[in-house]
């Protein structure tokens, strides 16, 4: 062995405690960074500029955005997020409930709760198919079952008053499996002494569930509320499978809106598709730094706790 | 247990909860049972209308026949397996690196790393799509089934570093101290000591990663373009335009295209949980 390999066996002695974490986390954070950090600066420069992603690009200011404020289909798209998340996060306590319905131990429960779990497995796009076809007037089961009772045939996803309303009950079905599975998981883990101790104090039912339970499924209710909010705010597969936007443009939200503007057949326009997604991006903003606060409050209590 | 064992009440109640189960169970899946059922009958049907009656036959081999035979669905399905193998791969062995990396070093900012691969993981795709779709262009990577794998396995990064970084956390540190003090060289304890502890992890994000991979659809749009290299979930609103109101053959292909994540989940559906709940909910 020459003294400089030694030299150097001894630097990495010396530093293995910098030097091993940087190359662990060299080639994920190279990745990272590369699709996600630096695509997020670059889409902002992006919304400045009048660009149709092969010519040249013309910086505009603030235009895009103030062209914003005039767009009625914006406007749609806003108000369209705004009924995803109200009716999104009904997923959290019909979750509960099936939940609750399902925490038993009777013969062959696993399975059930496996099946009432399966919609989550699929894709959304065979959920949007499965419940297009599902609302069709004339084919569709709904309507079938609706003339059975006596009642009228609706047009679900050709009525622009109820589209994006039918469209958020399909994806109610896979996030409502996530929020019982999460909250299958947390009953499973609940102090079964707290309960009984409850039980002696005379609480039951709904006294039970609200002073006694809930408390303690309070992480699983977090991370319910977590995904259900991203996924409220991500939903696009839905809405370009059932409706492509229509009828009319009334089920647009913005992250669809953003594509069609960008890569759709009007045109491709970026820099305008891009400051959608800077609103999307900020909107989104807000609830990120809240949950990542929340994490790092409880990362802080680990470490001093 | 709350709520009350079933067992502990009445024999009413008993009877009534085995069988309120089959019914709920028949109303939640009412949707995808009209899907199942509407895959075996003949085109016949639906022009005489009998959409929900008996079928006038049983066609179940037929149409999924042409499915596999008169489409190009086999070549969907395998574009699927190809992207999604690879990433879950890729993203599983670089999770486990910075996994490693931000659960055992103290380092200056390692919390501040950690909370970027998090918060990285809850952006809307789409502030990313344009300028991640031109990188992809400028690699000649467009339409190809690599341009899509690379930037898979970037992004679930972020989620499988959150989800592997919480798992070493909670591995006794003591095992890693005693290997040090053996004078055990860093990276042999990531492999000798810790990657084996890992199993559950890594099986847990495999499930999980493949079906989130498997049912992406925006990135397939965003990305590729033709039969070459689109995934299932993309190739299915090619197939469906190919059998307009073709009912019969449209419900078998969606079918086809959800059977993958779908047998995945009935076979690994311990660890799929266990990677859901994202090791938080205990």
């Known amino acids: 062995m020459t003294d400089t390999s030694r030299d150097t066996a001894t630097w ?36 400045l500029y009048d660009w149709d992603g092969l010519g040249a690009a013309t ?13 009625r289909n914006f406007e749609i798209s806003l108000w369209n997020n705004v009924r995803w998340l109200a009716l999104y996060l009904l997923a959290i306590p019909m979750g509960l409930f099936i939940a609750l319905f399902l925490n038993q131990t009777v013969v062959g429960i696993r399975l059930y709760k496996s099946l009432f779990f399966f919609p989550f497995v699929l894709s959304q796009v065979v959920v949007g198919l499965v419940f297009s076809w599902f609302y069709l007037p004339r084919e569709g089961l709904l309507n079938a079952v609706l003339q059975f009772f006596g009642l009228g045939t609706v047009n679900i996803l050709g009525d622009p008053d109820l589209a994006t309303y039918g469209i958020i009950a399909a994806g109610l079905w896979p996030q409502t ?60 597969d ?16 913005l992250s669809f809106y953003m594509f069609e503007q960008a890569l759709g057949e009007y045109g491709f326009r970026m820099g305008y598709g891009s400051a959608i997604a800077v609103v999307l991006f900020l909107i989104m903003l807000v609830f990120i730094g809240y949950f990542l606060w929340q994490m790092w409050r409880d990362e802080r209590a680990a470490r001093h706790g | 247990m709350f709520p009350t064992p079933i067992e502990k009440r009445s024999r009413a109640a008993q009877i009534t909860y085995q069988s309120l189960l089959p019914l709920a169970l028949i109303l939640w899946l009412l949707p995808l049972i009209a899907v199942m059922l509407f895959s075996i009958r003949p085109f016949s049907d639906f022009g005489a209308g009998n959409y929900w009656g008996m079928p006038s036959s049983f066609e179940f081999f037929t149409n999924y026949g042409r499915v596999f035979f ?23 062995a670089l999770s486990c690196m910075t996994g490693f990396a931000l659960g055992i070093y103290r380092f200056r900012g390692n919390l501040l790393i950690f909370f970027m ?24 990577l467009y339409d190809t089934k690599l341009g899509l794998v690379l930037f898979h396995i970037a992004f679930q990064t972020g989620f499988c570093t959150l989800f592997m970084r919480n798992f070493i956390r909670a591995l006794p540190y003591e095992l890693i101290e005693a290997a040090r003090v053996e004078g055990v060289a860093e990276w042999r304890i990531f492999w000798f000591v810790v990657l084996p502890l890992m199993r559950p992890a890594i099986a847990a994000l495999a499930v999980l990663v493949f ?63 266990a990677g859901l709940t994202l090791g938080a909910v205990k």
């Not at chain 1, 910086?59 to 767009?71: F, H, Q």
């Not at chain 1, 839905?238 to 939200?253: D, E």
Request: charge should be neutral; proline fraction near 6%; glycine fraction near 8%.
């Open chain 2, 117 to 140: 691969f998090i918060a990285g993981n809850f952006v809307p795709f789409q502030i990313l799509m344009v300028p991640v779709r031109d990188l992809t262009v400028n690699m000649g």
């Open chain 1, 238 to 253: 839905l809405i370009s499978v059932m409706t492509n936007g229509g009828p009319f443009g009334s089920t647009r939200v």
């Open chain 1, 177 to 236: 499996a996530y929020c019982m599975i999460l909250y299958l998981t947390g009953l499973n883990a609940v102090d079964p002494e707290q309960v009984e101790a409850g039980r002696l104090d005379g609480a039951k039912g709904w006294k039970m569930l609200w002073y006694v339970i809930l408390p303690q499924l309070k992480p699983a209710t977090f991370i319910a509320f977590v995904v259900t909010i991203i996924g409220a705010l991500r939903s696009f």
């Open chain 2, 70 to 92: 008169e489409s190009d669905m086999p070549r969907y399905l395998m574009n699927s397996v190809l992207i999604t193998v690879p990433t879950v791969v890729g993203a599983v």
């Open chain 1, 12 to 47: 990495m002695q010396r530093n293995r405690m910098t030097v091993t974490p940087i190359l662990f986390l060299l080639p994920g954070l190279l990745f990272f960074t590369v699709y996600v950090i630096i695509p997020i600066f670059q889409s902002f420069q992006i919304s």
């Open chain 1, 59 to 71: 910086y505009v200011g603030l235009e895009n955005y103030r062209e914003l404020g005039t767009d």
């Open chain 2, 211 to 273: 079906t989130f991979i498997w049912n992406d659809y925006f990135w397939a749009l965003v990305l590729t373009q033709g039969p070459g290299a689109q995934p299932v979930t993309a190739g299915i609103t090619s197939f469906n335009s190919q059998y307009v109101a073709q009912y019969h053959l449209m419900s078998a292909g969606s079918i086809v295209a959800a059977i993958p994540p779908v047998a995945i989940f009935f076979l690994m559906q311990k660890h799929f949980i």
